[in-house]
């Protein structure tokens, strides 16, 4: 094996439409994006769906809110979306609640 099968072989690059991703259900930014902030290739056994998620220029609070209202922010979030977080990795507020939330 030479050097540039071994890196393949490390790196598996995902090519989804015109964009790169460096591997399945890992989440990366998406600047240029005119409305979603994130953009994952998920993977549930054979089942394999690109899902953007986030609102652009909103941050969510984060693992661990400081202020009341980042945490009832962030309570109100896992409360609102619970139905859509349970569905797993093949929804949006699965990956956002993780990333973001």
């Not at 393949?8 to 015109?18: E, M, N, P, T, V």
């Not at 890992?26 to 005119?34: C, N, Y």
């Not at 054979?46 to 809110?65: C, E, L, M, N, S």
């Amino acid at each position: 094996m030479n050097a540039r099968q071994y890196a393949l072989s490390i790196f598996k690059a995902i090519a989804r439409g015109d964009e790169t991703f460096s591997g399945y259900n890992k989440p990366k930014r998406t600047p240029k994006h005119p409305t979603k902030s994130h953009v994952v290739v998920a993977k549930e056994g054979d089942k394999i769906k690109t899902i953007r998620f986030g609102q652009q220029g909103v941050k969510g609070a984060g693992k661990k809110p400081k202020s009341d209202s980042e945490k009832a922010r962030r309570s109100s979030f896992k409360a609102r979306h619970k139905k859509n977080i349970d569905k797993g990795k093949m929804s949006a507020a699965y990956w956002a609640d993780k990333v973001k939330w």
